[in-house]
């Protein structure tokens, strides 16, 4: 306590930008099983997997446009349709911490029109099946400064 202030550290750790001070890692996968967490396939059984192949295909003033592949197929029994009805295109800018909803689309690409020039942009994308399912966002993040 300093000043009648108390003054507490926290640390968050995200798993795109984890310190090295945590026990996360891409591999936790089998250690979420062993704590009661879904194993990968239980996960896949029941969420549908994100569209592959994010990335961005052009920045210029005043747009950043976006590409991808369709999820792939899956190949084991699940709870959901195959069927792609739609897109959803998530945006946050440097500096924020959560993903906001930008846009619905049925192509496998957008252009977003209202980013700002000297700002940078961070894009994830996830599929929504029939009945609205929505699967899982892409993963990586994808990355656009634009000039």
Do not use: K
């Not at 936790?28 to 192949?53: I, K, M, V």
């Not at 792609?84 to 993903?99: I, K, M």
């Not at 619905?104 to 399912?133: F, K, L, P, W």
């Amino acid at each position: 306590m300093q000043g009648g202030l108390l003054l507490l550290r926290v640390t968050v750790c995200l798993p795109l930008f984890c310190c090295s001070s945590c026990s996360y890692s891409a591999d936790s996968q089998s250690a979420d099983s062993q704590e009661g967490g879904l194993t990968y396939e239980e996960d896949l059984a029941n969420n549908p997997p994100p569209p592959t192949n994010v990335h961005v295909t052009e920045v210029r003033a005043g747009a950043v446009r976006l590409a991808w592949a369709p999820p792939a197929p899956v190949a084991i029994p699940h709870a959901y349709s195959d069927h792609v009805v739609f897109y959803e295109v998530f945006r946050r800018e440097a500096g924020q911490l959560e993903f906001r909803p930008l846009a619905r689309t049925t192509e496998r690409h957008y252009t977003d029109e209202a980013v700002r020039s000297g700002r940078t942009y961070y894009y994830v994308v996830s599929s929504i099946r029939e009945h609205n399912a929505e699967g899982s966002r892409s993963d990586p993040p994808v990355v656009a400064s634009v000039p």
